[in-house]
């Protein structure tokens, strides 16, 4: 193992950490468990590069880097392997194309979630100014996506967390998409109609072993009752007073609850229930469609 510091040919003390190259930098982030694509994006972040700026790592990697930076890369690279979400520590996340700003106030954007991005923007093709809601809203990344991939949509989102909204609000700001953002318990004092309500709501049950790994993110995102159903019985129930006949109810769930839910739906009244498998082949959304006036 290296010293801390080594003399310089004056004799005195001389920091080697003021002359760790990129190279060196890395392979420390490598001894505290940090994969290397993890490790690159943080120290791309303390040295103010962008994030798809991996290329310049490699053709710099034996420049040095200035103290302050590998000060700042290391104190990133513990908190990582003390098991802080990468996110949270870059600020950012992409989610269906767009760079999302997040941090601790909102639950992390999930690739998985973009199942119920493409399916809302399925159910809704053939409707011009489609009305659109999406319950729980946390970083915006749901309305977002839907007002991105469709401008022609009207788009509503609801978080009861005013720090979520906080979080959704300068992400649509600073991407230019127009959405009206409302702070509410899912559908109270709403009553559309929508052509569609999607929505990720918290679906993990109370004291999950699994919660342990989600330990930085909002509990209140994540956790609803001792079944993890209590927050989508509760969508379910009241959707259908704020569907437009014909409209849809699009709700990502947990891995083991698509059959529970397609039950839910079926018993509440919607016609074409289904479920959608994630990238992983797990049913991870279900929904249906609010009956038509006959």
């Not at 190279?23 to 993890?38: F, I, K, Y």
């Not at 802080?84 to 950012?92: F, N, Q």
């Amino acid at each position: 193992m290296e010293n801390a510091f080594e003399p310089d040919a004056m004799g005195s003390a001389r920091s080697q950490n003021e002359s760790m190259s990129v190279r060196q930098a890395l392979q420390a982030a490598s001894a505290l468990g940090l994969p290397r694509l993890d490790a690159q994006l943080l120290l791309l972040q303390a040295l103010d590069r962008a994030a798809h700026d991996r290329a310049w790592l490699l053709a710099h990697d034996t420049d040095p880097l200035p103290g302050a930076a590998w000060r700042r890369f290391m104190a990133l690279a513990r908190r990582r392997a003390a098991g802080e979400p990468l996110a949270y520590l870059t600020g950012s996340r992409e989610f269906f194309g767009l760079d999302l700003r997040v941090d601790p106030r909102v639950l992390i954007p999930r690739p998985d979630t973009e199942t119920l991005v493409e399916w809302a923007l399925q159910a809704i093709s053939g409707l011009q100014g489609a009305s659109v809601l999406d319950l729980g809203t946390g970083s915006g990344a749901i309305a977002l996506a839907l007002r991105h991939s469709r401008p022609d949509l009207r788009v509503s989102a609801v978080d009861a967390s005013a720090d979520a909204l906080a979080v959704a609000r300068a992400n649509a700001a600073r991407l230019g998409l127009a959405v009206e953002f409302l702070q509410g318990s899912w559908l109270e004092g709403l009553s559309g109609p929508y052509d569609l309500i999607a929505a990720n709501p918290p679906y993990v049950a109370e004291g999950d072993p699994h919660l342990a790994a989600l330990a930085h993110e909002p509990r209140q995102a994540l956790t609803a009752g001792p079944e993890g159903l209590d927050d989508l019985r509760a969508i379910v129930a009241a959707a259908p007073a704020c569907l437009r006949p014909g409209g849809w109810l699009l709700l990502e769930h947990g891995w083991d609850q698509a059959a529970q839910m397609r039950a839910l739906l079926v018993k509440r009244g919607f016609t074409a229930v289904a479920s959608r498998r994630d990238l992983g082949g797990i049913d991870r959304c279900s929904g249906g469609q609010w009956p038509a006036v006959k």
